[in-house]
């Protein structure tokens, strides 16, 4: 089976946040824009507003395109940090997305962050897309696509 339309999806919202997540930043030698809107989820974890708002926007675009899939996302399940750990992982289509992985390194304007969105069907990893967006670098993976792991469109080797 082909998750072509999938992957479309997450590589189009991977770059969508990129360009949110870009806007926060200060540039070079900087705070992030958003660093006094930096809020403590639990113990160390940290939620900005771009967190939030990325979530916000891709969420928003998987609803768009498959309004029936189930989304999971970071930043709302860390609204309420016990919710849904008695209950069994949803075993459909569900999309799993973090806005903005690395939020401590992106508060402190290191360029080392990444969204990271993730598709799964009867329980098992499909699409993955991760992207960030001061590298500008975008790792793919799609069951049935056959091309392996790409990084920008070229094939991931290890030597």
């Known amino acids: 089976m082909s ?3 999938e992957l479309d999806l997450a590589k189009s919202a991977a770059l969508k946040a990129g360009e949110i997540i870009r806007s ?6 900087g705070r992030s824009k958003n660093s006094a809107a930096v809020c403590v989820k639990s113990g160390v974890d940290l939620v900005t507003e771009a967190d939030t708002h990325v979530e916000r926007v891709v969420k928003q675009m998987i609803k768009d395109a ?10 709302e399940q860390a609204e309420c940090p016990m919710a849904g750990q008695d209950e069994p992982f949803p075993s459909g289509r569900v999309w799993c997305v973090d806005p903005i992985d690395g939020t401590t390194n992106f508060v402190h304007n290191y360029p080392f962050v990444a969204v990271s969105i993730g598709f799964m069907k ?5 699409v993955g897309v ?14 049935g696509s056959g091309a392996g792991t790409l990084l920008n469109n070229q094939p991931v080797r290890i030597d």
Not at 24 to 29: H, I, M, R
């Open 3 to 5: 998750y072509q339309a």
């Open 24 to 29: 926060y930043s200060a540039g070079a030698g």
């Open 66 to 75: 498959f309004p029936e899939d189930i989304i999971i996302g970071e930043e």
């Open 122 to 126: 009867g329980s098992i990893p499909r």
């Open 130 to 143: 991760v992207y960030n967006p001061f590298t500008n670098s975008l790792y793919e993976a799609a069951e």
